[in-house]
């Protein structure tokens, strides 16, 4: 069955420092890969995307992700974050045989300190 | 400017009520979803629906209805039947593009249910 695992629960970071949040996928096929934000209380944006091709990916807001088959992992990565950035980040993967449907993970919490 | 748009952003259910929450989108996307979305859980599929008159329960439908009467509304009733309705709901929508099922779903910006 298709899942997405984010390890990590809650991280903070000092402003300006670099960041990495962690996403393994479990899916059969070739994954569609998306990492989304969510500010408190709104809807989520979408940061990025992977289909296919180019392995890493680059997204809104200095964002990027990598695809690495071989470990079944998505990273997001910022080298130096804002403070806006502070929010809820979540990874999904898209399964196109069942109309699109998606798999959250749980989410990661993002703290950013002065 | 297009999206999609969710109704109200705050709701109140009494015991034993059904309510529903609306979801219009006006992008022409095919497919529409229902999430709900507790603490610490991520986000929780309830009904899709890829075509008008058709829709397909998610994983945690039990307590939900839904209909699809017309491509742009993706009404979500919370019926007496769900126990624990307190939760804050997500409406999204995507679009098939002719290969495929492989494009981002866009989301409202949710509708908060609390139980008085």
């Known amino acids: 069955a298709q899942s997405v695992t984010q390890p990590d629960i809650h991280i903070t970071v000092s402003e300006g420092a670099s960041l990495e949040l962690r996403c393994n996928y479990s899916?059969?096929?070739?994954?569609?890969l998306f990492w989304y934000v969510q500010s408190p209380g709104q809807g989520l944006q979408l940061l990025l995307k992977?289909?296919?091709?180019?392995?890493l990916v680059q997204g809104i807001k200095g964002f990027e992700a990598e695809f690495k088959r071989s470990q079944s992992s998505f990273n997001l990565r910022k080298p130096s974050v804002h403070w806006s950035d502070a929010a809820e980040y979540f990874c999904a993967v898209g399964d196109s045989n069942t109309g699109n449907q998606f798999y959250f993970g749980t989410g990661t919490s993002l703290t950013v300190i002065p | 400017d297009g999206g999609i748009t969710q109704s109200p952003k705050y709701l109140f259910r009494k015991e034993g009520q059904n309510v529903t929450l609306s979801c219009e989108q006006n992008l022409n996307h095919d497919a529409m979803y229902w999430y709900r979305q507790d603490p610490g859980q991520g986000l929780r599929l309830i009904y899709y629906?890829?075509?008008?008159?058709?829709?397909q329960k998610g994983d945690i439908a039990e307590g939900y209805s839904v209909s699809r009467e017309k491509k742009e509304s993706f009404p979500l009733t919370v019926t007496s039947a769900q126990k624990n309705p307190t939760a804050f709901y997500l409406c999204?929508?995507?679009?098939?593009?002719?290969?495929?099922?492989?494009?981002?779903?866009?989301f409202g910006d949710g509708t908060r249910l609390s139980i008085l």
């Open positions: 999204a929508s995507s679009i098939e593009t002719g290969q495929g099922w492989n494009q981002p779903q866009h």
């Open positions: 899916y059969g096929a070739t994954p569609y």
């Open positions: 629906s890829q075509i008008v008159n058709d829709f």
């Open positions: 992977y289909f296919s091709g180019d392995t």
